[in-house]
């Protein structure tokens, strides 16, 4: 199993290169080596309907050399936007296939595995099977729930705030940090704010998709963020403008709250696999039951004011036991700034 670990990081490495770009589909890289062990081709899935990561490769190879192919995930049996790539594993004369996980999709789910096992290629793995699931955590979730992947940031001081008493927000982080919240933005399908805070801050959000909740439709449609992108706005309240880049989503409220389980399940009806949420206290509180991931940016600073504004603001807690409990995924450095990375 050692024996081809480098080469599965290598595609791991390979299909990060699509990021945010492949949905609803999984994001696949791929190797091929020939008989010597030497690479011979490679290839990722660069976006959703166009070709396999294995069909990229493989088209790059001549049939009968007796070659090893390395993807990351069992190899798909079934067509879909594109033919199955099993089929043309076993028209190249693949002698071995060393996959990283199992497909989670049903429709595949061990079964392309077991037809390229019958046609005589020998099958190796799992290999770095945490590593891949952690590359698809999205997909599986999708796959294995029908639900959308929610991720959760927040930027705060060391003592948990986001703002001052008085809203002042700017900047709680450095400029490093802020760049990879960008880049953290673009692994999405969406990204989702609160009206709070467009009317606090009037920030862009630049991406191709947004969420907004606007319980009472109390946001200006000359906001920043409303100037870009196709907007989802969820609402309970009010009369919607015509706009034709804006969609309102009509959302029953409890406790004069947006229904978030309502929102969740509606963005994944919409195909919106995954959702970036950036909010307030409030609306991060709200989602904390169905986030999976929390991105956590702590500055060097200390607000040191009670009635300034916390990063969770919920409803009261009586026992430590009742609190959310987070695993650490990964600890990164964007000095002076620091992210925490956890998992449910």
């Not at 990021?19 to 080596?33: A, D, E, H, K, R």
């Not at 166009?50 to 009968?64: Q, T």
């Not at 998709?209 to 609402?235: A, C, H, M, P, W």
Request: charged content about 25%; some cysteine.
């Amino acid at each position: 199993m050692k024996k081809y670990i480098n080469e599965m990081k290598r595609c791991i490495r390979l299909a990060k290169l699509a990021q945010g770009y492949t949905s609803p589909n999984p994001l696949v890289g791929c190797m091929i080596l020939d008989e010597k062990g030497k690479l011979a081709a490679t290839g990722h899935h660069t976006q959703y309907g166009a070709n396999h990561a294995e069909r990229n490769a493989l088209s790059k190879i001549k049939a009968g050399q007796g070659h090893t192919l390395i993807v990351n995930l069992e190899p798909c049996c079934h067509q879909g936007k594109t033919p199955p790539c099993t089929d043309i594993i076993i028209e190249k004369g693949i002698k071995r296939v060393v996959y990283g996980m199992k497909d989670p999709n049903p429709l595949v789910s061990g079964k392309g595995l077991q037809i390229l096992k019958d046609a005589g290629i020998e099958i190796v793995g799992p290999i770095l099977e945490k590593e891949c699931r952690k590359l698809n955590e999205a997909f599986i979730k999708n796959q294995t729930e029908n639900k959308t992947f929610v991720a959760l940031k927040t930027s705060t001081t060391l003592d948990g705030k986001i703002a001052t008493h008085n809203g002042d927000s700017k900047w709680i982080t450095s400029s490093r940090a802020r760049y990879q919240v960008r880049l953290l933005r673009k692994r999405y399908d969406a990204i989702l704010t609160s009206s709070s805070t467009i009317i606090a801050d009037n920030p862009t959000m630049e991406h191709r998709k947004k969420i907004i909740l606007d319980r009472e439709l109390k946001t200006d449609l000359n906001s920043n963020i409303y100037k870009q992108g196709e907007i989802y706005v969820f609402y309970n309240n009010g009369n919607p403008t015509s706009n034709e880049n804006i969609h309102y989503i009509k959302t029953p409220a409890k406790k004069n709250k947006l229904d978030i389980e309502f929102i969740l399940n509606k963005l994944y009806e919409l195909g919106i696999m995954s959702v970036f949420v950036e909010a307030g206290g409030e609306v991060n509180a709200s989602f904390l039951p169905y986030i999976d991931k929390l991105y956590q940016f702590i500055a060097p600073k200390i607000l040191g004011d009670n009635s300034g504004k916390s990063c969770f603001n919920g409803g009261k807690v009586n026992k430590i036991s009742d609190c959310t409990d987070l695993k650490l995924e990964d600890t990164e450095i964007f000095s002076p700034d620091v992210l925490l990375t956890y998992t449910k």
